[in-house]
């Protein structure tokens, strides 16, 4: 089946910069969406940014002006530069995809396995 497999996550110190990247497997058809969320201990998934196949973007209020997302359609990978890192940035970082498989006649919601950002003081 389809799977999203992350990577880039790591250690940085505060003010410093982390490059995510997600990409899709191969039975993948046509991605309609993709997008980031993350989850801090204890707290509850939340948003980052998202990216729609026309390239219209979406971003939460504390990642505007600091994080950006992209794609690229023929490699079926999202990407997200995160700069000016902060410790409240800290959370294991998930990727999400609006999926149609080869042989589906709809898109199915798919999540990569997360990849953990500390950010330290």
């Known amino acids: 089946q389809v799977r999203l497999v992350e990577s880039g996550g790591g250690l940085v110190q505060a003010g410093g910069s982390l490059g995510l990247s997600c990409a899709a497997s191969?039975?993948?058809?046509?991605?309609?969406?993709m997008g980031w969320y993350r989850q801090a201990p204890e707290k509850q998934r939340e948003l980052v940014a998202t990216?729609?196949?026309?390239?219209?973007?979406n971003y939460a209020d504390s990642a505007k002006g600091r994080f950006t997302i992209s794609r690229d359609n023929a490699k079926n990978t999202v990407y997200l530069q995160m700069n000016s890192l902060k410790p409240e940035d800290t959370a294991v970082y998930y990727c999400?995809?609006?999926?149609?498989?080869?042989?589906?006649?709809?898109?199915?919601?798919?999540w990569g396995q997360g990849t953990q950002v500390t950010v330290s003081s």
């Open positions: 999400n995809a609006a999926v149609l498989s080869k042989g589906d006649n709809y898109y199915r919601n798919y």
């Open positions: 990216i729609s196949s026309d390239g219209s973007t």
């Open positions: 191969e039975s993948v058809f046509s991605i309609k969406s």
